[in-house]
């Protein structure tokens, strides 16, 4: 489809997955001297948003700032007009308004799109590790690791996919346990509090026999 980039984008992409040609989806903006619809920006409505972070997640570059509760920014520079962080606004407070700025040239197009396929690539690794410790809504359910390492291989200054290892979680400790380490920091803190105003031999060996109980509780 490739709205936003229109036919010549998509004979771009057809030429470089080698697949045949299709025709772009009709595109609501007008058709630019170079051939793509109306360079387009995402705005959002900021004293409408609510802070629910979907569109965060939902743009593919990272062009969206906020966090959750509060209010949220479109980096509209990197906006590039996907559309993408309209379907999941609950409240629908995002706009689309035209980019009044001149065509990039050629060279500026090139340098803007490495820039934005690195910002995608990051966004694609981060949303895999959040998939991963299962934090957060996840937008991107499946990932093809081995087509963007490939496609990695055949360019420059792309980075490789990675999968991120699911971090290992630690055994859950009994009650009677955490309630000995809560009791043992307590007392650690209450020693070195103390031996910092005066030295005092006796607390100090009280102080060791702590540390050396707390590690091996937290050994186990």
Same mark, same amino acid.
């Not at 959002?44 to 979907?54: A, H, L, V």
């Not at 509060?70 to 520079?77: C, E, K, W």
């Not at 690794?125 to 410790?133: G, I, M, T, V, Y």
């Not at 105003?197 to 050994?219: G, M």
């Given at each position: ?12 992409? $057809?030429v470089l ?5 299709? /025709? $772009? ?6 058709? +630019?001297?170079?051939g ?6 995402a705005v959002? &409505? ?9 569109c965060i997640? $939902? ?5 969206? #700032?906020?966090?959750g ?10 906006c590039?007009?996907?559309?993408l962080?309209i379907p999941?606004?609950p409240v629908?407070c ?7 700025k ?6 500026q *197009?090139t340098v803007?799109?490495?820039?934005? *396929?690195h &910002?995608?690539y990051?966004?694609i690794? &981060?949303?895999? /590790? *959040? *998939? ?5 809504p996840i937008? &991107?359910?499946? #990932?093809d %690791?081995e087509? @963007?390492?490939? @496609?990695?291989?055949s360019? !420059?200054n792309?980075?490789? %996919? ?5 971090p290992?979680?630690?055994?859950a400790?009994? $009650? ?10 307590t +007392?650690?803190? /209450?020693?070195?509090?103390?031996l ?15 540390? =050396?109980?707390? !590690?091996?509780? =937290?050994?186990?």
């Open positions: 489809k490739c709205v936003p980039g229109g036919q010549p984008v998509a004979d771009a992409l $057809a997955l080698e697949r045949p040609q299709l /025709k $772009a989806e009709p595109s609501v903006w007008e058709v +630019q001297l170079d793509r619809p109306q360079r387009i920006k959002i &409505r900021e004293d409408e948003c609510i802070g629910c972070t979907k997640s $939902a743009c593919p570059v990272d062009a969206i #700032i906020g966090s509760k509060l209010m949220h920014s479109i980096l509209t520079d990197l590039t007009g996907c559309e962080c999941p606004c629908d995002i706009d689309l308004v035209e980019d009044t001149p065509l990039p040239t050629a060279t *197009r803007e799109q490495d820039d934005l *396929r &910002r995608y990051a966004h690794q &981060r949303e895999e /590790k *959040r *998939r991963l410790s299962r934090k957060g937008v &991107r359910a499946e #990932i %690791i087509f @963007f390492a490939q @496609f990695s291989q360019q !420059n792309v980075p490789v %996919i990675t999968l991120a290892d699911k290992k979680e630690s055994p400790l009994d $009650a009677k346990t955490t309630i000995e380490l809560a009791k043992l920091r +007392q650690i803190k /209450k020693l070195e509090k103390q910092s105003v005066r030295a005092d031999e006796s607390k100090q060996v009280q102080l060791l026999a702590l540390q =050396q109980r707390l !590690n091996e509780l =937290q050994d186990i």
